[in-house]
Every structure is written in structure tokens, then in C-alpha cells.
């Protein structure tokens, strides 16, 4: 076999309405519990990270997906365990690990090249207290360039710091006990902008017994607060939410999120809304809530009519910032079921083995002007369904490219599929393609893993019987 297969497409199927280019690399041989990220160095090559326990290696892949290279990271030997892994401004990438140095904790950053060298290495943060290791999150600016590290203490301290990794240095650190805060509970999101400020986001009271005491509280940190810690809330004005996601706006400098929200009924979602606050002045905040229409839920419900307005088992996987300071909220209907199995080589006590069925179907969009009043709303049909796979291959990859957005997503979870798309407009127009097939390629895509490499390229990995594959798929037609 050739070290590359690269295929046109439109050769071989003609229903495709733009050509393709599909090019894959050789497989790679996954060890148990093997994890791996993938990186694009800026000059069409790839990078695949792959990390197990205390060892690290990174292989290089030319733009043609042929193995140029590979190398083993040398860490700290005192048992290091990897926080994250993210792209550098340089091509190369930065890694972010925790380490024991005499019962102490430290945390510590590598920056490498595109060619895996390691270029500078700093000690972010040594702790004092031995015998005690922070479960770190770790989260990223939109550029990449702010390191957001922070981990709970005794479940009601909240420890926090920003890390610049252009400057390779901490701009700021600070602890702060949110009151009456249960993680479990209340936690939404962290987020860190890309002048290094922390948003700190929590759901109060989001109970049907207090419904109209419901309230979003943040914790701002940073250079825009002076290094003050400030804190705010946004009454949700009798609304109960249901699922919602942030994002900081950094072209108009205001957070942002997308949610779905309920009335009387945690089961279900009733409507969409829209929230805006301004960096500068948390107090101008924007909230606007819209219910479902009959008609959006019959559809999505599969029912001619519709007595209950609500949308049961939906989420919110992304909200997309608009260039005008609106969102696009992109939701998608999904539940995993778990079931037992009668089996005689069962282990658990009931004499059953588990199955975790998962189902991701529709996905529903809807566009919302700064303002908070709707644009457009439309429905993206799909049904996937898989067992026991921790939902790997289903959902979709949202590609954004200059004229559209493409959800490229896998008609079904098998080996033998075909691989689709939505190409959604600004005006909420849509066109259904196929973009390849998986016919005997023996490839199983996992697109939520997928990166974005160029503007019409992207880089997904494919995962089955402990052998990866990656894809590159380029959309060489689009106008």
C-alpha cells in the first residue's frame, strides 16, 4: 500500500456539489489509554501529540500526511501529569504539566517549536503546601496566547491564575470564596479573554421552588478590573435556564451566551435567550428571552401538534460569534439511554451487563441580532446512534470558512458510511452535500476531535481497533 491514498471526490460519488480532496495518513498504532491532540504548524504540516502516563511524543506529518518525523518529550522524571496541550503563535505548541519536586507541587510550561525542540521551559507555580496536588482546569483564550489554571480547594476556594505564554510569564493569580457556592451545583464556565481577564460564571438558585430568585453571577478578574475582583449578577427575570454556554467577545469586548431556558420545568427547554454584558460596565447588561414557536417544536418533535411547547433532551454545543455583537446558537437534540443485557460473562452483581445507548439527532440553529431579538432560526435533520462508544463519532465539526459555515457530520455510526454536510449562510440558507464516503477506506471519523487548519482545510482523526488514521479534507471548490 502506498504511504498516502489521495482521491478526488467527485470520481467517486456524483452526488458531491463542490469537489473535495480527501487525503489520509498511514495508520498509528494507539496503546491503551493512549491520548493525542493535533496541532497545524501555520505551513500546511501536522502535528500529532500523543501522551500515556508520563510519556509524551509528538510525530510530524507533511501536508500530504506522509510521517516525516517523530520525538519523545523529555519531562520532569518526578511522575508528571499532563494539564493541556495547545498551539503556540510560533507553528510549534505549548505544554502544560504538574510535577512533585520534594512533596511539593509545581506547575510548569514547555514551549516547543514546529519541530518538537523544546525552546523555552518555565516554572509557572510552585505551591507551598506538601502532600497536597491541585486538580488543575486549564482553559484558553480565543488567540491561544492567556493560559486560564485554577482548581477548587476544600470545595469553596476558588484559586485562579493567568499565565501570558508569548511573555512566558504570570500576569496575575487570586483566590476568592464565592458564598454559599457548591461546584456541582452552580458552576457554568470559566473563561479568560485574550487581555487575560477571568470570568468566573455560575447559575444561582436555578430551582422550580425558586424560579423567580434565579439569577447568573460572575467573578471578572484581570487588567480591565485592576486587579480587583469584581463581582455582578443578572437577574433571569422569572426564568429558569436549562442549558446554556459562554463566550467572550473580543472585537466588542463583552461576554456573551446563547441558552435555552425553561418556565416551569427543568425537563424541558421552552425557549432560547440571548445575554450581553458590557466589559466596561457589567451593569448595561442585555437579556432577551424568545419562546419556541408550535411549528419549530413539532418539527423537532417529529409530531403534528404540539400541547407541550417544550424541547426535552437538547443542548447547547456552540454559540458563534457574529461580526455585528450577536451570537449564532447552534443546539443539537441528544440523550444517552443506559440499559442491562442478560450475558453470562457479565461482572456486575445483577447478573447484567450495562449499555449505554446514545442518540444525536437534529441540530437546531438560531441567529440572534446584538439587539436579542431572533434573525432566523432554522433545522439541520440528522439521527446518529451508537452503543457503548462514549458518543466518539457522533455530533458534527463546524467549519468556518469566508462565505458559510459547514456542519460536516457522519450519517451513521458504522464503518461503511458516508460523511455529510450542512453549508449554512449568513442569511440562514442551507444546502445539504455529501462530502465523502468511508466505503472499504476502513475509517471511522471522529469529527468533534477535528481541527481547522486553513480556511477551506481541516484535519480529523480517525479511531478504530486501536489504529488512527488522519483525514484531510479541503474544500478546494468553494468560491
Not at 423537532?300 to 401538534?305: F, M, P, R, T, Y
Amino acid at each position: 500500500m502506498k504511504n498516502i491514498v489521495c482521491f478526488y471526490l467527485l470520481c467517486l460519488l456524483p452526488l458531491l456539489a463542490a469537489s473535495q480532496t480527501v487525503t489520509m495518513s498511514e495508520q498509528v498504532v494507539l496503546r491503551d489509554e493512549t491520548s493525542y491532540d493535533i496541532f497545524s504548524d501555520d505551513r500546511g504540516n501536522v502535528l500529532l501529540f500523543k501522551g500515556k502516563g508520563f510519556e509524551a511524543q509528538v510525530q510530524g506529518f507533511d501536508a500530504n500526511l506522509r510521517l516525516s518525523w517523530e520525538k519523545d518529550l523529555e519531562l520532569d522524571r518526578k511522575s508528571p501529569n499532563i494539564e493541556a496541550v495547545v498551539q503556540a503563535e510560533n507553528g510549534g505548541f505549548n505544554l502544560i504539566y504538574q510535577f512533585r519536586q520534594k512533596l511539593t507541587p509545581i506547575l510548569k510550561i514547555h514551549r516547543y517549536s514546529p519541530a518538537a525542540n523544546l525552546v523555552d521551559s518555565v516554572t509557572i507555580k510552585r505551591f507551598d503546601q506538601a502532600f497536597f496536588t491541585p486538580s488543575f482546569e486549564v482553559e484558553f483564550s480565543e488567540d491561544k496566547n492567556m493560559a486560564l489554571a485554577w482548581f477548587v480547594k476544600d470545595q469553596t476556594e476558588i484559586h485562579a491564575l493567568v499565565f501570558d505564554m508569548r511573555k512566558m510569564k504570570i500576569i496575575w493569580e487570586k483566590s476568592f470564596m464565592p458564598e454559599n457556592m457548591l461546584m456541582h451545583r452552580d458552576f457554568l464556565q470559566a473563561i479568560v479573554d485574550n487581555d487575560g481577564n477571568m470570568h468566573f460564571i455560575l447559575s444561582k438558585d436555578n430551582f422550580t421552588s425558586r424560579q423567580r430568585s434565579h439569577f447568573i453571577e460572575v467573578f471578572d478578574f484581570g487588567p480591565s478590573t485592576d486587579s480587583t475582583l469584581r463581582r455582578y449578577s443578572i437577574p433571569m427575570q422569572d426564568h429558569l435556564t436549562y442549558d446554556v454556554k459562554f463566550a467572550f467577545d473580543n472585537l466588542h469586548h463583552s461576554l456573551k451566551a446563547g441558552g435555552l431556558y425553561t418556565k416551569d420545568n427543568l425537563n424541558k427547554a421552552e425557549g432560547s435567550y440571548f445575554l450581553s454584558v458590557e466589559q466596561a460596565s457589567p451593569d448595561n447588561y442585555l437579556v432577551k428571552f424568545h419562546p419556541f414557536d408550535e411549528d419549530f417544536v413539532a418539527v423537532l418533535s417529529e409530531k403534528e401538534k404540539v400541547k407541550n411547547k417544550g424541547i426535552p433532551e437538547s443542548t447547547v454545543q456552540k454559540i458563534v460569534m457574529r461580526t455585528d455583537g450577536g451570537v449564532l446558537l447552534i443546539g443539537e437534540l441528544n440523550r444517552e439511554f443506559m440499559r442491562g443485557t442478560a450475558n453470562p460473562g457479565v461482572y456486575g452483581r445483577s447478573g447484567f451487563r450495562p449499555i449505554t445507548d446514545y442518540y444525536y439527532d437534529d441540530a437546531f440553529l438560531i441567529s440572534m441580532h446584538p439587539t436579542g431579538e431572533v434573525h432566523w432560526k432554522n433545522i439541520l435533520h440528522k439521527k446518529q446512534y451508537s452503543q457503548d462508544d462514549n458518543a466518539a463519532y457522533s455530533s458534527f465539526f463546524l467549519v468556518k470558512t469566508p462565505a458559510a459555515l459547514r456542519l460536516v457530520f457522519n450519517d451513521e455510526i458504522k464503518n461503511e458510511n458516508t460523511v455529510s454536510e450542512y453549508v449554512v449562510r449568513a442569511n440562514g440558507e442551507f444546502d445539504r452535500n455529501a462530502v465523502m464516503s468511508t466505503e472499504r477506506q476502513d475509517l471511522q471519523l471522529r469529527l468533534r476531535d477535528a481541527i481547522q487548519v486553513s480556511a477551506y482545510d481541516f484535519v480529523v482523526p480517525s479511531e478504530r481497533r486501536g489504529r488512527l488514521r488522519l483525514v484531510r479534507i479541503s474544500f478546494k471548490g468553494e468560491k
